[in-house]
């Protein structure tokens, strides 16, 4: 307990010097960050923005955000194909998982990539949310190939972003905003993105994974250093200019009014033009979840729900979501490389076959889905 007390006490006042760099001007001597939207931009936002309804997106060719975007294995026609199977549901949005890696190696070249990719989703009426930063799963990321599926194992090749080297380097991790304000920069007032997720849940150790005592791959001081990153990738992005709103998503613990929010769940809040969430549980604790978050008067976006084995299904947790207009992004699109498919315990339990119910995921490769029933549903919601 004084090892937990004396880390909040510590963190509380990069909370508050967070906050305040975000609105100083820089040290280049560039204008300050525009501050965050007030509620009443946010929905004004929301108003003329059609109901956002899809899915997380990576092509079933890639195992991770690398093999999709690095210029070797980024597979536009998978994108292509995949894509059209989401406009036959009625998705008009994708949440993608960018990194910084292939930005480092060739900045125009990634830029081109990822035009080219919205120009496909365009083409399928789909427009992108955009993932800048994500705490989850493998801490080492490496350029260059990328190592082949484990058999049964749900995301044994994502890579988090940035890595653990880069978060204990300085000098690496001011490089990053040259990553953000390219990225953001270029896009920041293209129609087709419809969000930026600044960075996806900043304060997961992946306690059931990389983090288990047995690999103990995690920096032991994660969160330290990730709690500056998450307040200027904020900042920077707002300095690059982005006109379409800002967000990260919480995503445990308690949101409600009252509650005593550790220090990064407080920044994600504090920060967020729009609140994101996510939820992988049924109908009831999906409602109490939303109204925990109805006190910030804001926009809701859940950019993560949808575990079958869970409760999260499209037949009870879509309808709820259309009906509070809370845009909707589940997990898991084509089944291929990410395995995800699996559940969350095969990192503790061993699967040598398909799952006769499927974690996430919605088609096979081929464009067959696990269950047409589901399509239906998808489509009576949609109108697709």
Same mark, same amino acid.
């Given at each position: 307990?004084?090892?937990?007390?004396?880390?909040?006490?510590?963190?509380?006042?990069?909370?508050?010097?967070?906050?305040?760099?975000?609105?100083? %001007?820089?040290?280049? =001597?560039?204008?300050?960050? $525009?501050?965050?939207?007030?509620? @009443?931009?946010?929905?004004?936002? &929301? +108003?003329?923005? %059609?109901?956002?309804? =899809?899915?997380?997106?990576? $092509?079933?060719?890639?195992?991770? @955000?690398?093999?999709?975007?690095? &210029? +070797?294995?980024?597979?536009?026609?998978?994108?292509?194909?995949?894509?059209?199977?989401?406009?036959?549901?009625?998705?008009?949005?994708?949440?993608?998982?960018?990194?910084?890696?292939?930005?480092?190696?060739?900045?125009?070249?990634?830029?081109?990539?990822?035009?080219?990719?919205?120009?496909?989703?365009?083409?399928?009426?789909?427009?992108?949310?955009?993932?800048?930063?994500?705490?989850?799963?493998?801490?080492?990321?490496?350029?260059?190939?990328?190592?082949?599926?484990?058999?049964?194992?749900?995301?044994?090749?994502?890579?988090?972003?940035?890595?653990?080297?880069?978060?204990?380097?300085?000098?690496?991790?001011?490089?990053?905003?040259?990553?953000?304000?390219?990225?953001?920069?270029?896009?920041?007032?293209?129609?087709?993105?419809?969000?930026?997720?600044?960075?996806?849940?900043?304060?997961?150790?992946?306690?059931?994974?990389?983090?288990?005592?047995?690999?103990?791959?995690?920096?032991?001081?994660?969160?330290?250093?990730?709690?500056?990153?998450?307040?200027?990738?904020?900042?920077?992005?707002?300095?690059?200019?982005?006109?379409?709103?800002?967000?990260?998503?919480?995503?445990?613990?308690?949101?409600?009014?009252?509650?005593?929010?550790?220090?990064?769940?407080?920044?994600?809040?504090?920060?967020?033009?729009?609140?994101?969430?996510?939820?992988?549980?049924?109908?009831?604790?999906?409602?109490?979840?939303?109204?925990?978050?109805?006190?910030?008067?804001?926009?809701?976006?859940?950019?993560?729900?949808?575990?079958?084995?869970?409760?999260?299904?499209?037949?009870?947790?879509?309808?709820?979501?259309?009906?509070?207009?809370?845009?909707?992004?589940?997990?898991?699109?084509?089944?291929?490389?990410?395995?995800?498919?699996?559940?969350?315990?095969?990192?503790?339990?061993?699967?040598?076959?398909?799952?006769?119910?499927?974690?996430?995921?919605?088609?096979?490769?081929?464009?067959?889905?696990?269950?047409?029933?589901?399509?239906?549903?998808?489509?009576?919601?949609?109108?697709?």
């Amino acid at each position: 307990m004084a090892e937990i007390l004396c880390r909040v006490i510590w963190l509380a006042p990069l909370v508050m010097l967070g906050m305040l760099a975000a609105r100083a %001007p820089a040290a280049d =001597g560039a204008s300050p960050a $525009p501050e965050r939207w007030t509620p @009443e931009r946010a929905r004004q936002w &929301a +108003d003329k923005t %059609p109901w956002l309804v =899809g899915s997380n997106f990576i $092509p079933s060719t890639a195992i991770n @955000e690398l093999e999709m975007w690095q &210029a +070797d294995t980024f597979d536009l026609a998978a994108i292509d194909r995949e894509l059209g199977w989401a406009q036959q549901l009625g998705f008009n949005s994708v949440r993608v998982f960018l990194h910084n890696i292939p930005w480092d190696e060739d900045s125009a070249g990634f830029l081109d990539r990822i035009d080219k990719f919205l120009a496909v989703a365009q083409k399928h009426r789909i427009g992108a949310v955009f993932v800048l930063f994500d705490s989850c799963w493998d801490p080492h990321p490496r350029p260059g190939k990328q190592r082949e599926p484990k058999l049964g194992l749900h995301n044994s090749g994502w890579v988090q972003c940035p890595g653990a080297d880069v978060l204990h380097d300085p000098a690496a991790t001011a490089k990053l905003e040259g990553y953000v304000k390219g990225v953001v920069g270029r896009f920041k007032d293209d129609p087709r993105v419809n969000l930026w997720d600044v960075y996806n849940e900043p304060d997961n150790t992946n306690d059931s994974s990389y983090g288990r005592d047995n690999l103990k791959q995690e920096p032991a001081d994660k969160l330290e250093l990730t709690l500056p990153l998450l307040l200027n990738a904020f900042a920077w992005a707002r300095q690059a200019g982005a006109t379409q709103p800002l967000t990260s998503a919480v995503w445990h613990d308690d949101w409600s009014e009252g509650a005593k929010l550790k220090p990064i769940p407080r920044a994600q809040l504090d920060n967020s033009d729009v609140i994101s969430f996510h939820v992988y549980a049924d109908l009831p604790a999906t409602h109490e979840r939303v109204e925990s978050l109805r006190h910030y008067h804001r926009p809701l976006v859940c950019t993560e729900y949808m575990a079958r084995p869970t409760g999260s299904t499209f037949a009870s947790i879509l309808p709820y979501l259309r009906q509070e207009r809370v845009a909707a992004y589940n997990w898991g699109f084509v089944a291929g490389k990410t395995n995800t498919i699996y559940p969350w315990d095969s990192w503790q339990k061993t699967y040598t076959a398909e799952p006769k119910i499927w974690f996430h995921d919605i088609f096979r490769p081929d464009g067959t889905p696990f269950d047409p029933r589901e399509m239906e549903t998808i489509k009576g919601i949609t109108g697709g």
